[in-house]
């Protein structure tokens, strides 16, 4: 007879004793176990000691955290969080220096634990470790240790950031700045500094105040990945900290100071492979960098404005007039409408008009004047080979310039803060000082072209435009490494191939309405079903790594979930970093019968995302995430690492319960299989002949078998 389901068997130790295998009843209080626990052993004062796991984190066991518990884990008999708080803090400030070391380093492992550290910051134990900084008599491992304890018992929330003091302040600075510092000790100085600065208004202007762009920047030159991975991760918070008035003289110093250059030749073309957090906080300066240009991209042009006007009479002025042609100014005053309309304005009376949307607004004149300026060969090509023709299809240059620009600030997400979690950044865009304008004149140059393949007039505008957009975006997926191999991709991509992917791609997910055809595909629709069924299923067995729900910090992120191979048990641990390959059962010290599992809820239902803030950048993370339910009222969170993980992870868990698999990606594959098997079965029957005598037996139709890449 299995035993009631709030009672677990366990195991727990004690030093130098044998292990006592107890069952623990989940509705007796905590205090009346531990007392039992004491006894079998013959220890007195059972208050003083409390139950951690013995395994991973090793985390203190509460009433509120006990329903974790399960069959067949491993505790340990230790002392209470307030003793050990206690202890600690007695330790830490003895004279002996090898007892205060060993207390440290003790203090930066339990400093995690967020029962123990409520107890160490109610003894003010934050306060004690933040003189032993300023003091500045700590040094290598002793220094190391303590800034570790005093980041994990700040990343508890616990108390505020702002009661951290200046001069507190000027010795983490002090360490940033230091051309000579342990590598241990760099790298928790610039996460503190980090955490101060995103977590305090006041404090971000002290942190200005102390750092200079300049060091940072050198952080950026050293071989260790980590390290340049904290000093950028300073950078934006930095940047995205500034007032707005102050971002534009930031970009300026960190474009002095060449740091695009930098992390192109130190980063993006280095020779290590770039990790997941290194990808993001790239990702995170690029929108930051881009961010930049919302200004001018939300600024209306003023008619009546005269340098405005100049802008576009200059544009006016190279397309027709030449370097050397001073009379042309003047014999041309009476015709500056016609050359406005020949320049493809909407209102060639008053081309202003144009640049009064917003989005756009004055960023497309801005990328028209840049355009005209730096590539004037170009641009006087496009607007003369296009004002010279008569047969009704020539591009409007001035009216593609301002669309152009608005499509590809949507493309970029110009004005939107960074997502949490994503790693899309763009290494092209590393690889010119002027890469936005750069970018522009490459799709404009582009749909110059599009507009001519497709043979268009003023009337298919808006479908020029559709396919443009869809060059550029099928182009940026496959992430060209400069902007000379975005050239090459979207020559790869003229009208007729878009047009072939588009036929290829609608012909893959077409759906036949004959009643043959319909009747064929409900017989093959349930093995499909099964097939893809089977996939993510084997997909769950393989496992996946997932990103620690809310954790903002570098170390310790990341854990591990995977299915058993006969579907009965998920395994999940916590990892020291992304794995490189499969991660073995052995290793995940926790794991859930799929017989507990109640459900799987996604997005706003799921537990970790109604405690989170609905901030711009937590958008992507609701749409990757998702939770399991299961047994007595536990949960399990997720975050996917992105879209295709999600949807394998949702359908295979939807699958393993025997419920209905719904994303888009099943759908797609459903589509994709079914019309791929019909092909092969329609031809099969298309290359039967048809004898004269009575047919022979027609051959067993094909079955497509479906494999996936994983790589």
């Known amino acids: 007879m299995p035993p009631p389901a709030d009672v677990v068997k366990v195991a727990i130790e004690w030093p130098g004793a044998n292990a006592q295998l107890i069952e623990i009843d989940q509705k007796r209080p905590l205090a009346s176990i531990i007392r039992e626990v004491c006894d079998g052993w013959s220890l007195s004062g059972a208050e003083q000691f409390a139950l951690r796991y013995a395994d991973g984190p090793q985390l203190y066991i509460t009433e509120q955290s006990r329903g974790d518990i399960k069959n067949g884990t491993i505790l340990r008999l230790a002392i209470s969080p307030a003793r050990a708080a206690r202890q600690l803090l007695e330790r830490i400030q003895s004279h002996g220096i090898d007892a205060r070391l060993e207390a440290l380093k003790e203090l930066a492992k339990l400093s995690a634990d967020p029962t123990f550290a409520a107890?160490?910051?109610?003894?003010?134990?934050?306060?004690?470790?933040?003189?032993?900084?300023?003091?500045?008599?700590?040094?290598?491992?002793?220094?190391?240790?303590?800034?570790?304890?005093?980041?994990?018992?700040?990343?508890?929330?616990?108390?505020?950031?702002?009661?951290?003091?200046?001069?507190?302040?000027?010795?983490?600075?002090?360490?940033?700045?230091?051309?000579?510092?342990?590598?241990?000790?760099?790298?928790?100085?610039?996460?503190?500094?980090?955490?101060?600065?995103?977590?305090?208004?006041?404090?971000?202007?002290?942190?200005?105040?102390?750092?200079?762009?300049?060091?940072?920047?050198?952080?950026?030159?050293?071989?260790?990945?980590?390290?340049?991975?904290?000093?950028?991760?300073?950078?934006?918070?930095?940047?995205?900290?500034?007032?707005?008035?102050?971002?534009?003289?930031?970009?300026?110093?960190?474009?002095?100071?060449?740091?695009?250059?930098?992390?192109?030749?130190?980063?993006?073309?280095?020779?290590?492979?770039?990790?997941?957090?290194?990808?993001?906080?790239?990702?995170?300066?690029?929108?930051?960098?881009?961010?930049?240009?919302?200004?001018?991209?939300?600024?209306?042009?003023?008619?009546?404005?005269?340098?405005?006007?100049?802008?576009?009479?200059?544009?006016?002025?190279?397309?027709?007039?030449?370097?050397?042609?001073?009379?042309?100014?003047?014999?041309?005053?009476?015709?500056?409408?016609?050359?406005?309309?020949?320049?493809?304005?909407?209102?060639?009376?008053?081309?202003?008009?144009?640049?009064?949307?917003?989005?756009?607004?004055?960023?497309?004149?801005?990328?028209?004047?840049?355009?005209?300026?730096?590539?004037?060969?170009?641009?006087?090509?496009?607007?003369?080979?296009?004002?010279?023709?008569?047969?009704?299809?020539?591009?409007?240059?001035?009216?593609?310039?301002?669309?152009?620009?608005?499509?590809?600030?949507?493309?970029?997400?110009?004005?939107?803060?960074?997502?949490?979690?994503?790693?899309?950044?763009?290494?092209?865009?590393?690889?010119?000082?002027?890469?936005?304008?750069?970018?522009?004149?490459?799709?404009?140059?582009?749909?110059?072209?599009?507009?001519?393949?497709?043979?268009?007039?003023?009337?298919?505008?808006?479908?020029?435009?559709?396919?443009?957009?869809?060059?550029?975006?099928?182009?940026l997926a496959m992430k060209p490494s400069s902007l000379d191999q975005l050239k090459n991709k979207l020559r790869g991509l003229s009208y007729s191939e878009i047009l072939r992917l588009r036929q290829s791609e609608r012909m893959s997910q077409d759906d036949f309405q004959s009643p043959p055809i319909i009747e064929l595909r409900e017989r093959i629709q349930p093995e499909i079903l099964e097939l893809i069924k089977q996939q993510r299923l084997n997909r769950l067995c393989e496992g996946s790594c997932f990103r620690k729900v809310g954790n903002r910090r570098r170390q310790e992120k990341f854990w591990f979930c995977r299915l058993s191979l006969n579907h009965k048990v998920l395994h999940y641990g916590d990892l020291d970093e992304s794995p490189q390959g499969e991660v073995p059962l052995e290793m995940l010290s926790d794991k859930i019968p799929v017989c507990d599992i109640k459900s799987v809820v996604t997005g706003k239902d799921c537990p970790h995302m109604k405690e989170k803030s609905a901030l711009k950048q937590n958008k992507e993370v609701l749409e990757l995430a998702f939770s399991v339910l299961y047994d007595p009222d536990e949960t399990l969170n997720f975050v996917a690492p992105n879209k295709y993980e999600y949807c394998v992870w949702t359908d295979g868990l939807c699958a393993l319960l025997?419920?209905?698999?719904?994303?888009?990606?099943?759908?797609?594959?459903?589509?994709?299989?079914?019309s791929m098997e019909m092909k092969l079965r329609l031809l099969d029957l298309e290359n039967i002949a048809i004898p004269e005598a009575p047919p022979p037996v027609p051959k067993e139709p094909s079955s497509y078998n479906f494999t996936y890449n994983y790589s």
């Open 658 to 674: 025997g419920r209905e698999m719904g994303s888009d990606l099943t759908r797609s594959d459903l589509d994709t299989l079914i």
């Open 119 to 475: 107890e160490f910051i109610n003894m003010e134990g934050i306060g004690t470790l933040a003189r032993l900084v300023e003091s500045g008599t700590h040094f290598g491992e002793m220094l190391a240790f303590t800034l570790t304890a005093f980041l994990e018992l700040m990343d508890h929330s616990i108390v505020s950031w702002d009661l951290i003091s200046l001069s507190f302040i000027k010795q983490i600075a002090g360490y940033v700045n230091q051309p000579m510092v342990d590598v241990s000790i760099l790298q928790r100085s610039l996460a503190i500094l980090e955490s101060m600065v995103l977590n305090s208004h006041s404090l971000y202007h002290r942190v200005a105040q102390e750092i200079t762009v300049g060091q940072l920047i050198g952080h950026l030159q050293v071989s260790n990945q980590e390290i340049q991975t904290y000093a950028i991760a300073l950078i934006n918070a930095l940047f995205l900290k500034a007032p707005e008035d102050r971002r534009q003289e930031m970009a300026s110093t960190l474009a002095q100071k060449h740091l695009r250059s930098i992390i192109l030749n130190h980063i993006v073309r280095g020779n290590r492979p770039i990790k997941a957090e290194m990808a993001h906080q790239l990702y995170v300066l690029q929108v930051l960098t881009f961010n930049l240009l919302e200004e001018r991209m939300m600024t209306k042009m003023d008619p009546n404005d005269q340098t405005q006007r100049d802008v576009i009479f200059e544009l006016r002025r190279i397309a027709f007039d030449g370097e050397n042609d001073p009379t042309g100014t003047e014999k041309r005053k009476a015709l500056y409408a016609k050359d406005y309309k020949m320049l493809g304005f909407m209102n060639h009376l008053n081309p202003a008009m144009d640049f009064t949307q917003t989005p756009p607004g004055m960023l497309a004149l801005d990328n028209m004047l840049y355009l005209a300026k730096v590539h004037q060969d170009t641009y006087i090509r496009i607007v003369l080979e296009n004002s010279s023709r008569e047969d009704k299809h020539e591009c409007p240059f001035g009216r593609c310039a301002i669309e152009l620009t608005r499509v590809l600030c949507e493309i970029l997400q110009v004005g939107e803060l960074p997502n949490e979690g994503c790693n899309d950044y763009h290494p092209m865009f590393f690889t010119h000082d002027r890469a936005w304008e750069e970018f522009f004149c490459v799709c404009i140059q582009l749909l110059n072209k599009t507009w001519k393949e497709m043979r268009a007039t003023a009337e298919d505008f808006n479908k020029v435009m559709q396919v443009a957009r869809e060059q550029i975006t099928r182009a």
